[in-house]
C-alpha cells in the first residue's frame, strides 16, 4: 500500500508535518486550504512557501480555492485523508429530488469530507475536532457524531476515537482535542479490529490506545445507529464519552484511564529578553488584572431576567511550572484567554512571542515568519499539537506495512 495522503483543511500544515517528521515514506499528494472571507491567503502562502503547491488530476492548481468548489474526482488518489475541521451543525434532511438522497446544510465542511470519501475511498482517514463534537448540539446531545459515525458506516467505514488533552502525553499545552480514525472495513485491519472486542480495541489493540496508552476504559456502554441518517438527525441523542469504536453502526463507549505522561512546562519553551513590543506596557496593566480576576456582574437578559454571571480567575501571570493553556485565534488580543508570561530574562510581564506560540503547537521555531504578528497567532490558534499526529502516524506506519 502506498504511503500518500490528502490533507483537508490544511492551515499551516500540521498534519503534514507530524507526518514528514516520521520520516517513514509518506508522501502528501494533495491539499486544500482557504479561509472563507480573507484577501489575503496567509495559511495557504505559508503552507506553499514549506511545501510547495499541487496539481489536480485535471491539471489545476486548486488547493487554495474553496474545498466545496473543486471536483473531488480531480483530488489524486490517497491512502489516507486527513484533516481538522470545524464543529458545525450535521443535520440532515430528505433532498427534494429522492427521499433516498440527503442534504446537509450548506457550508458545512463535513460533507466536503464525505464526498471526498465516496469519490476517492481511501483506506484510512484521520481527523482532529474540538471535544466539545461528542456533545453537540446542546439540545440532542450526540446528535452531530452520531451522523458522522452513521455516515462512515454506510460507506463501508468503522471508526475509533478519542478525545486527548495533549498535555497529558507529553506536550507543552493543554489542548483537548477529539481525534478519529476510519479505516474500510475491507482493510486487513479493518477485518483485524472486526475480530476483536470493543473493549480490547479501545484499551489495547486500537490505533488510538496504541499512541495515547491507557491502563484501561470505564465502564463500556453501547448503542446502535439507525442506518437511515435522518432519522440519526431528527432523534439520535447519546452520552458519548472520551474513547470508542463503531463497527457496522453498532457503537462502543468509555471513559479511558490514562497512562499520563509528564508535560513539557511552560518555562521550557519561553524566550529570553523578548523584543519590547510583547510586553505590558503600565497603563494596560489594570485591565489585564481586571480581566484575569474573578468577576461577579450583575446582568440582564433580553427578556428582563436578571442574574448574575460570575466567573473565576485565571492565573496571572500564567505559572512556568505548567505546560500552557488552550491556544486560541485571539492569542495576544487584549482577551482574558490570552497567556501572559513573566520574561525569564527581564521579569516583567509580556505577551507568548509568535515562536513561543509555534512551540505551544510544537511546530518549526518561525514556521510562521513572514506574516504578521497577528496572523501568527492566528495560525497558531488555528494549528493542532504537531507531537499527537506523529505519535499517531507511528502507529499507521505499522498498520500500513500490513496491507497487501
Ligand atoms: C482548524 S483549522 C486546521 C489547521 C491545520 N490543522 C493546521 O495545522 O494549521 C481549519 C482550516 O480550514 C480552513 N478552511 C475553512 N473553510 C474552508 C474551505 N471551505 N475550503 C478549504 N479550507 C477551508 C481554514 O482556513 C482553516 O485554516
Redesign the pocket.
Known amino acids: 500500500m502506498e504511503k500518500t495522503i490528502c490533507?483537508?483543511?490544511?492551515?499551516?500544515?500540521?498534519?503534514?508535518?507530524g507526518f514528514d517528521r516520521l520520516e517513514s515514506g509518506w508522501t502528501t499528494k494533495w491539499f486544500?486550504?482557504?479561509?472563507?472571507g480573507?484577501r489575503r491567503?496567509w495559511?495557504?502562502d505559508c503552507?506553499v512557501d514549506h511545501f510547495g503547491d499541487c496539481q489536480d488530476l485535471e491539471g489545476f492548481y486548486r488547493t487554495?480555492?474553496?474545498?466545496?468548489?473543486?471536483p473531488k474526482s480531480a483530488v489524486p488518489d490517497h491512502t489516507l485523508l486527513?484533516?481538522?475541521?470545524?464543529c458545525q451543525d450535521y443535520s440532515v434532511a430528505h433532498t427534494l429530488a429522492s427521499s433516498q438522497g440527503i442534504e446537509g446544510k450548506k457550508?458545512v465542511?463535513w460533507w466536503?469530507i464525505r464526498d471526498i470519501l465516496i469519490a476517492k475511498k481511501p483506506a484510512f482517514c484521520l481527523l482532529?475536532?474540538v471535544d466539545r463534537l461528542l456533545k453537540s448540539p446542546a439540545k440532542q446531545r450526540g446528535r452531530d457524531f452520531g451522523i458522522i459515525l452513521a455516515c462512515l458506516a454506510e460507506l463501508g467505514y468503522s471508526a475509533q476515537w478519542r478525545v486527548v488533552n495533549a498535555a497529558d502525553y507529553g506536550a507543552a499545552q493543554r489542548r483537548r482535542r477529539i481525534f478519529i480514525f476510519a479505516y474500510r472495513d475491507d482493510t486487513a485491519y479493518g477485518k483485524a479490529m472486526a475480530a476483536l472486542e470493543p473493549d480490547e480495541i479501545m484499551s489495547v489493540h486500537g490505533l488510538m490506545a496504541k499512541a495515547f496508552p491507557v491502563y484501561g476504559i470505564e465502564p463500556p456502554r453501547g448503542t446502535e445507529l439507525s442506518r437511515d441518517i435522518v432519522e440519526v438527525s431528527d432523534k439520535f441523542a447519546f452520552a458519548f464519552e472520551n474513547t470508542g469504536v463503531m463497527h457496522g453502526y453498532q457503537v462502543t463507549t468509555g471513559r479511558p484511564v490514562e497512562k499520563t505522561e509528564p508535560p513539557v512546562l511552560l518555562r521550557d519553551i519561553l524566550q529570553s529578553f523578548a523584543d519590547e513590543k510583547y510586553y505590558i506596557p503600565s497603563e494596560k496593566m489594570d485591565k489585564w488584572v481586571y480581566l484575569k480576576g474573578a468577576k461577579k456582574i450583575p446582568r440582564t437578559t433580553a427578556a428582563g431576567h436578571e442574574y448574575v454571571f460570575s466567573e473565576g480567575p485565571v492565573a496571572f501571570p500564567d505559572p512556568w511550572d505548567r505546560p500552557g493553556r488552550t491556544m486560541l485565534t485571539s492569542e495576544s488580543s487584549l482577551n482574558r484567554s490570552t497567556h501572559v508570561v513573566a520574561d525569564p530574562g527581564t521579569g516583567k510581564l509580556r505577551l507568548l512571542t509568535p515562536v513561543e506560540a509555534e512551540r505551544l503547537?510544537g511546530?518549526d521555531d518561525d514556521w510562521t515568519a513572514g506574516m504578521p504578528d497577528r496572523m501568527r497567532y492566528f495560525?497558531?490558534g488555528?494549528?493542532?499539537v504537531?507531537d499527537m499526529i506523529t505519535r499517531m502516524g507511528k502507529v499507521l506506519d505499522q498498520i500500513v506495512a500490513q496491507e497487501a
Open positions: 490533507e483537508l483543511f490544511a492551515g499551516v500544515g500540521g498534519f503534514r508535518l486544500s486550504q482557504w479561509e472563507p480573507a491567503q495559511a495557504h503552507y487554495g480555492d474553496d474545498i466545496a468548489t473543486v486527513v484533516g481538522g475541521f470545524p457550508g465542511l466536503q482532529e475536532n503547537q511546530f495560525c497558531m488555528n494549528a493542532l504537531v
